[in-house]
């Protein structure tokens, strides 16, 4: 068989050429998918990335210290320093003479406990402490694998436009990854973010839960959200961001951030377009848009970002989560696409949802891990596995489903674990869409 350069031939009816051809395609289909992902979405871009560790089990767990500040207490209380003095007050030329601590100027000098430079005072000798308090956070990994409907031989040798057919179905695979994969990314820091911004007229900042899904029409991990019986009644607002991104100040998520600009970091924020476009053109905020010609961070220009808008970056993501609120009282998600019998449909029912979610994301939140290609050890061999989302071609003979190999299909495989690190500096924003009023960032 001769084939031109760069072109793929499928005149032939062996089927072993089918599947080297097929297999050649498959090959090509790694590098196809991860080039289509490429800035397309800001969490398939932004989540950090590194590999799951071998060797260690299913599940994990990650050490994470708290910060820690100097107390007056030992036990803990009472933030801040003790100062005291170094010596006695000299009051007069004869003081030398008449001092208390033992006939000693300098009171370090006449203290009974190593160490102590104040006043001896039950329980308080003057000294200051430092306590470290650290916490264990456990993860595991999770997969899914994805199929591709079996492609017979003769669906090949007889189909009209066979290579433009089979790059489609190509086409189809590295979508449902790309898709696959920011799905994954944003439920996951849904999931792990510790703050929860329900936007009404008094907003509401629940700490130690940020999933949006466990929240019901009265509770947010099992806080009660007050106001009536309505999630929220108000629209995001950049009153809510100003508070959000003063917190992640003093909570030290500066340092990490995406970019600076006057020596002040600059955070994300992922948001639909509406979202964004409410934001900039708040009442008295829109002439920020105008004077603001900063340079871009280099990690976030890819991403089509031109200018920060106070304090954030905006990230686009056109499929943020949208919610309903139901009769029961449990807010329901609303998926942007529905499938029936295989055919993909854009959900009208996605537009109208009342509610939605928008996220500050910082890299330090979480970490996605994803174990490496295994081939074996001790002498046993294994056909290696990328748990990318790479699709390999299957042709597995089998006496009765295919005794002549001559049904193959393609074959993905996603794993992954999200290591948590410092999940403080998550946050969801659920807020109500459209609204006549924008949030308060009182509490």
């Known amino acids: 068989m001769s084939r031109t350069p760069g072109t793929t031939d ?46 260690m089990g299913y599940q994990l767990t990650t050490l994470i210290y708290d910060r820690s500040l100097p107390t007056k207490k030992a036990d803990g209380a009472g933030p801040g320093l003790n100062w005291n003095d170094v010596a006695t007050a000299q009051t007069d030329a004869n003081s030398l003479l008449g001092v208390s601590n033992l006939g000693q100027p300098l009171k370090g000098a006449a203290e009974q406990v190593q160490g102590a430079n104040g006043p001896e005072v039950t329980g308080d ?5 430092i306590n470290f308090s650290k916490k264990l956070r456990s993860y595991k990994i999770n997969r899914a694998v994805i199929e591709s409907p079996r492609i017979n031989i003769d669906d090949l040798r007889y189909a009209a436009h066979r290579q433009e057919q089979l790059r489609a179905v190509i086409d189809n695979l590295s979508e449902a990854t790309r898709h696959s994969w920011a799905e994954r990314y944003r439920d996951e820091f849904d999931r792990l973010s510790d703050v929860l911004v329900v936007c009404k007229a008094g907003t509401q900042f629940f700490a130690g839960n940020g999933d949006v899904t466990t929240l019901t029409s009265g509770t947010a991990g099992g806080d009660t959200i007050s106001g009536g019986s309505q999630l929220t009644a108000s629209n995001i607002s950049n009153a809510v961001l100003d508070k959000i991104y003063f917190q992640l100040i003093r909570k030290g998520a ?48 890819p991403l089509g970002i031109e200018r920060s808008f106070r304090g954030f970056y905006h990230l686009v993501d056109d499929l943020a989560p949208r919610y309903t609120d139901g009769s029961s009282g449990a807010i329901t998600k609303v998926e942007p696409y529905t499938v029936s019998g295989g055919i993909t449909t854009v959900n009208g029912a996605y537009d109208s949802a009342e509610y939605e979610v928008a996220f500050v994301i910082h890299p330090e939140v ?40 001559t049904i193959g299909f393609f074959r993905g495989i996603l794993a992954c674990a999200s290591k948590p690190i410092k999940t403080e500096f998550g946050y969801a924003i659920l807020f109500k869409r459209p609204a006549t009023g924008v949030a308060a960032a009182t509490v």
């Open 125 to 129: 000798d003057g000294r200051n402490y």
């Open 10 to 55: 499928f005149s032939t009816a062996k089927n072993a050429s089918i599947n080297t051809i097929l297999a050649e395609e498959a090959n090509r289909i790694g590098s196809d998918v991860h080039k289509q992902m490429l800035h397309t979405s800001p969490w398939i871009d932004l989540i950090k990335k590194s590999a799951f560790p071998e060797g």
């Open 254 to 301: 500066g340092r990490e951030a995406y970019g600076r600009e006057n020596g002040r970091p600059v955070f994300g924020l992922v948001c639909s377009s509406e979202a964004s476009y409410s934001l900039m053109t708040e009442g008295e905020f829109r002439d920020d848009v105008r004077y603001n010609n900063s340079a871009v961070s280099e990690l976030i220009k």
């Open 366 to 405: 979480y970490e996605c891990q994803i174990p490496q290609p295994f081939t074996g050890t001790a002498g046993l061999t294994f056909d290696p596995v990328n748990y990318s989302g790479d699709f390999k071609w299957t042709n597995i003979q089998s006496e009765h489903a295919n005794p002549d190999g």
